[in-house]
Nanobody, 121 residues
């Protein structure tokens, strides 16, 4: 069974940086797409950044130029480097993996439990 463990959230002041990590464990045969989502109170969960197995990255307009998604294939881990944080970045951030498990062709989606990011003004 696949498990996603997120870390790196916290409370910072505006303008500071954080790096989120999401480590996947289990019998993963291939990772198709991995992404970071966030959900703030009163708002719908939104895609922040997405990275494919080919390391092609896409970002929400609100974070372009400030956030960077990356991956470490040797560790089955993705990261979200968040620079120049703003109060509006405050949300719970969730890691999402679309993958295949060993011996199965079908694709599965797994979500992490989320990690809170709070940015004070």
């Amino acid at each position: 069974q696949v498990q996603l463990v997120e870390s790196g959230g916290g409370l910072v002041q505006a303008g500071e940086s954080l790096r989120l990590s999401c480590a996947a464990s289990g019998s993963i045969s291939s990772s198709i797409a991995m992404g970071w989502y966030r959900q703030a109170p009163g708002k719908q969960r939104e895609l922040v950044a997405l990275i494919t197995s080919g390391s092609t990255a896409d970002y929400a307009d609100s974070v372009k130029g400030r956030f960077t998604i990356s991956r470490d294939n040797t560790k089955n881990t993705i990261y979200l480097q968040m620079n120049s944080l703003k109060p509006e970045d405050t949300a719970r951030y969730y890691c999402k993996w679309r993958l295949r498990v060993s011996g199965v062709l079908a694709e599965y989606i797994y979500w992490g439990q989320g990690t809170q990011v709070t940015v004070s003004s």
